[in-house]
């Protein structure tokens, strides 16, 4: 039951965030984001978690950005990898009890935080942000609909 549940999340987080680009010419922070956002909705820390690794990735591109030309697919990598890193970093925050919310102000995922902050440098925090929460609570509503509230 639970895999369906990811595979449908993740299936209409895609359909969400085709739309919002398509009609709004918004991303919702890459296309498989709003699917997984919507599954920790219930969860706040780790979606606070994720957009924090998610700033301090964007924080580093920029900085990298000064020294060297990161557009495109450099960009993009570095920001997953950079992402990825920090990520990981908050989980070994959060096993060694370092932080006040254990186990709850961590990334999700690995890659999701280098997804959004590519997405911040391409069109901003406030639009990157509002397009990803009005997606991912889309995609949870229909969840709870077809699921009948399990989720």
């Excluded at 902050?117 to 229909?142: D, M």
């Amino acid at each position: 039951m639970v895999e369906s549940i990811i595979q449908a999340a993740v299936g209409l987080g895609v359909i969400i965030s085709l739309l919002f680009s398509e009609l709004l010419g918004a991303s919702a922070g890459g296309i498989v984001v709003p699917g997984y956002i919507a599954m920790y909705l219930d969860r706040p820390m780790q979606i606070l978690g994720t957009i924090v690794v998610s700033l301090l990735t964007w924080g580093i591109i920029r900085l990298i950005s000064n020294f060297t030309l990161l557009f495109g697919k450099r960009r993009m990598v570095l920001s997953i990898l950079v992402g990825f890193i920090l990520g990981w970093a908050s989980r070994l925050l959060v096993y060694q009890n370092v932080t006040v919310y254990t186990y709850q102000l961590q990334s999700i995922g690995y890659i999701i935080p280098g997804l959004i902050a590519n997405w911040f440098e391409r069109q901003g925090f406030w639009k990157t942000i509002t397009s990803l929460g009005v997606a991912a609570v889309l995609v949870r509503l229909i969840l709870m609909v077809v699921f009948k509230g399990e989720l």
